[in-house]
C-alpha cells in the first residue's frame, strides 16, 4: 500500500503507511522490514527535495542491509544516494555513490538487471562533469543492456541522452541522428512524455546549430507547447 501511494504521488500517506510498519517492525526487530522502511523513506525524502533528511535514512537502511549481508538492498541505497547527490550538483559524490553500486552489481549473481539503469544514471554525471567519454561509455553500455532486453522505452531514453552529449560535444548530426532513433520509439510506443522530450531536445539542437534558422526552433516550441497541453490531460 505504502508503494502504490508513493506511485501515486500521495506522500503523506505512503508516509504514514511505512511509519506503521516501521513502529510494527522495530517493535518485532524484524530487521528487513525496518531496512525496507528506512529505504522507502529515503525514497520519500528524496522526492519532495528534502536531501539531508533523505540521506539520514539511506544511511539507517544501509547498516541494517549491510548486517543483514542483503547486496540488493545495499545497491538500491547507494543508487538513491547517488541520485541525491546528483540532483544537488555533487557531481563527484555522486559518481563515487553509482561506482559503488556498479561494483557491487558486478560481483553479485542474479543483480546485473541492476548495471543499466546505473550506467544509465552514472553516463548522466559523467556529461555533467563535461567527462563526455566516459559518459558515452557508460550510455553505450546502458543501450546495449536495453537493446539486448528489448527494453525498447529505457533504450529510447539511452539514445535521448547520448544525443545530449554529442550536442554538448557540438557533434550536431549525432545529436540530431540519436534525438531521431528515440522519437521512432516513442512514436512506435505511443509515449507522449517522451514525443514532448524529443521537442525539447529537438529544439535545443536547433537553437545550437549554426546552420539552422530561428524557424526549426520556434516549430519545435509549438509541438512542445501542444504536447504539455496533451500531457496535461493524459
Known sequence: MGLVQKKLGNYNESFSLYKELLSLSEELQDSVNMADGYFQYGILYRLQGKENSAIYFHQKSLALYYALNNPGGLISNYNSIGNIFQNIGEYDSAAFYFMTAINLCRETNGKEKNLATIYLNLGEVFQNLGDYKNAKEYLN????????TKNDNARALAYTKLGNVANEEMQLDSALNYYSMAKSIYARENNLRGINDHYVNSGIWRS?????????????????YTFSRILRNW
Open 208 to 224: 545550437t546549430s549554426t546552420w539552422t534558422g530561428w524557424s526549426d526552433a520556434h516549430h519545435s516550441d509549438y509541438h512542445i
Open 141 to 148: 553500455m546502458a543501450l546495449a543492456y536495453y537493446t539486448l
